[in-house]
């Protein structure tokens, strides 16, 4: 007997929708192949790329400001319709954590995926109000190259293998001070944003 004979509400299915946050200083490929990949694995309905305003993990370290960072990631993704720029991080005064952002995208009939590298999900144990975090979302760690990745206490998790690609944002910015070529690690429209406000270069 089908649901509705049966009396049985029957509402649209959850949207699916996956937050892929990071510091993205600047964004690359590796970051782009591995929220693609998740999307797809996973079905997702949508796929937040989630800029960081000021990490408390990196407090020092981050260099592009949080409207810069966040104008390279929209760059990049402007010509996918299923990868999203999203600011709200960006325009919450304070220290970022994960928590408030995941607790401001909940909603009945939304599921929520936080993607982390398996970096970053060794150390998710430290994370602000991380028992919340774990009651609000599915976590997707993903893994290279037949890497093993964490089980994470506490949270439902799920691995998704995607292609390894050896680049990170350090390396990056490095080269850009040395003024050497990052184009084809990072997509030409952000490559256009991150010269025009002449970001990572030694100032003369
Ligand atoms: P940095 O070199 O400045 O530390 P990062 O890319 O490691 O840069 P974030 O921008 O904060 O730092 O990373 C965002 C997310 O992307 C993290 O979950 C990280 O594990 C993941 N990530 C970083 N580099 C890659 C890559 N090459 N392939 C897949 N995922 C990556």
């Known amino acids: 007997m089908a649901d509705e004979e049966r009396g049985a509400a029957v509402g649209p299915p959850p949207e699916r929708v996956g937050i892929f946050g990071g510091t993205f200083d600047p964004i690359h490929v590796g970051h782009l192949v591995a929220a693609n990949e998740v999307h797809h694995r996973l079905g997702l309905d949508r796929m937040l790329l989630v800029v960081a305003g000021d990490p408390w993990q990196k407090r020092g370290e981050v260099i592009a400001s949080a409207e810069a960072r966040l104008a390279m990631v929209a760059a990049a993704v402007a010509e996918m ?3 999203e720029a999203c600011a709200l991080e960006v325009e919450r005064a304070g220290t970022t954590y994960t928590v408030d952002t995941v607790e401001h995208l909940a909603a009945p009939g939304r599921e929520l995926f936080l993607v982390v590298g398996s970096d970053v999900a060794a150390r998710l144990g430290t994370w602000h ?4 975090l774990a009651r ?4 997707v760690v993903v893994t290279r190259d037949g890497e093993v990745g964490p089980e994470v206490p506490k949270f ?3 691995h998704v293998p995607v292609p390894r690609l050896d680049v990170s944002s350090t390396d990056l910015r490095a080269r850009v001070a040395a003024g050497a070529p990052i184009d084809f690690l990072v997509p030409a ?3 256009h944003v991150l010269h025009a ?3 990572y ?3 003369r």
């Open 189 to 191: 429209p952000a490559v």
């Open 156 to 158: 439902a998790t799920t």
């Open 197 to 199: 406000r002449r970001l």
């Open 136 to 139: 609000l979302v599915t976590l």
């Open 129 to 132: 109000r991380v028992d919340d």
């Open 81 to 83: 319709p299923h990868l």
């Open 201 to 203: 270069t030694p100032l």
